[in-house]
């Protein structure tokens, strides 16, 4: 009988408290890093963009001619020249002048502003604008995505394909990161069989593929197998699982006759936990030898897969050197620290990088536009604006959903 359940929040503390790094550091191509976490500040080796470029389609203008017209009065600029995306701006804008211009393309010299073509009407080599710009306004400056020699990427950080393409474009092809953990997995029980080998008068054991599914891609398995009820096979598969960083049986983890695990666990290690306060998934035994985690999960399906996310998938962060507060797509509340103005009718994604002081605070990233990479990789998540709204207000508490994994290191920007 378990005797004494743990809340689940003390449970988590005091297990991966006890958990030790063990991952060696490696240095990987940065195509291969997806999922790894990143064990040095990255530095950028580019600039970007590495020119002034057209932040939307229309007219490279100088702004000054520009100032105080309007669709009743127009001003008239003679058109010298066009500059498509990936061509070098070779043509210079005058007074009085402008270039028709692609949103990525170079700006030319001498202009310092991009009237959005909506606004304008050419005919005969000359180009009416009907709206004014100020100077700058619809122009993507030199190095606002990142400057090279800036840090663009953290310690600590969990590498999210988006993140790819960022490192990628900062002209960076190799990181150091944390090796892939190494996981036994094994289930345990006379009434499982293996669900590619049918057996009479038993059911198939789905502990093991749902485990492996996820985490086949980021960690290296090694598959243990079924355990029959017997001590003599479970020390032995036990002894083979503490070749990995981490340890995952499920089944056996109860008080029956046949249940010996959590006795096999206290005698290689510590066990730390037996019985937590959560329904379903109650029987699970936490414990550690040498510093390696060791879960062991209900037999149950559901029980296993909802104390495998709770318990598991931390445990393998912890070992590779970060701890991770939530994960993508999950949802925090936070409190913003200014307001998110938006359009009604226009659903707004706002990009918001979240900092945790006594509750979560929400701090919108500002940009000149969707096509900078580090407003997507430096932030946390997006926060949703419905059409039925104008923005949100400083102090609101909105729903920020995550784009990365949260991790606590991130937390203290």
């Known amino acids: 009988m378990i005797k004494k359940r743990k809340a689940l929040k003390e449970a988590v503390e005091e297990f991966l408290g006890e958990i030790k790094h063990r991952t060696k550091r490696e240095k990987i191509e940065v195509l291969d890093s997806c999922n790894r976490v990143l064990l040095e500040d990255v530095k950028a080796k580019l600039t970007m963009p590495p020119f002034d470029r057209a932040a939307m389609d229309g007219y ?7 100032f105080g017209v309007d669709e009743s009065n127009p001003s008239l600029l003679r058109v010298v020249g066009e500059v498509e995306t990936g061509e070098e701006a070779k043509v210079r804008v005058e007074r009085g002048e402008a270039v028709r211009i692609s949103t990525g393309a170079m700006m030319p010299e001498g202009a310092n502003a991009v009237v959005m073509v909506e606004y ?14 100020a100077p700058g306004e619809n122009v993507s400056k030199k190095g606002e995505d990142f400057f090279s020699g800036k840090v663009i990427l953290k310690t600590g950080n969990v590498i999210q394909p ?3 393409g960022y490192l990628l474009s900062a002209g960076v092809r190799k990181v150091e990161v944390s090796g892939k ?16 080998k049918p057996s009479k008068g038993k059911i198939p054991d789905s502990n093991r593929p749902n485990i ?22 479970m020390s032995k598969a036990f002894e083979k699982a503490l070749s990995s960083d981490v340890i995952v049986f499920t089944g056996a983890t109860s008080a029956g006759k046949k249940d010996y695990m959590p006795e096999i666990l206290k005698e290689y290690g510590e066990l730390l936990v037996h019985g937590v306060a959560i329904k379903p998934g109650m029987p699970i035994a936490l414990g550690i030898v040498d510093g390696k985690p060791v879960i062991l999960l209900p037999g149950s399906p559901v029980a296993c897969m909802i104390t495998f996310k709770l318990f598991v998938i931390p445990a393998i962060w912890k070992v590779q050197n970060t701890e991770v507060v939530a994960y993508p797509n999950e949802v925090i509340k ?23 002081l006594d509750k979560y605070v929400a701090y919108p990233v500002m940009t000149s536009g969707s096509g900078i990479l580090s407003s997507l990789s430096n932030v946390h998540g997006i926060v949703e604006v419905p059409e039925s709204l104008e923005g949100f207000e400083a102090g609101e508490v909105v729903e920020v959903k995550l784009t990365r994994h949260l991790v606590k290191s991130e937390l203290r920007w």
């Not at 936070?334 to 990088?353: C, I, N, W």
């Open 334 to 356: 936070a409190e913003l620290s200014r307001r998110v103005p938006s359009t009604a009718g226009t659903k707004t994604f706002a990009r918001v990088k979240l900092k945790k």
């Open 162 to 164: 988006f993140d790819v």
């Open 120 to 133: 304008t009407n050419e005919r005969d080599g000359y180009v009416e604008i009907y709206r004014s710009v």
């Open 181 to 196: 953990a190494k996981v036994s997995i094994a289930s345990t029980g006379n009434e499982v069989f293996d669900v590619l």
């Open 212 to 233: 492996i599914s996820h985490l086949k891609s980021w960690c290296d398995l090694l598959d243990l197998g079924i355990v029959r009820d017997s001590k003599k096979e």
């Open 60 to 66: 490279a203008v100088k702004a000054e001619d520009t």
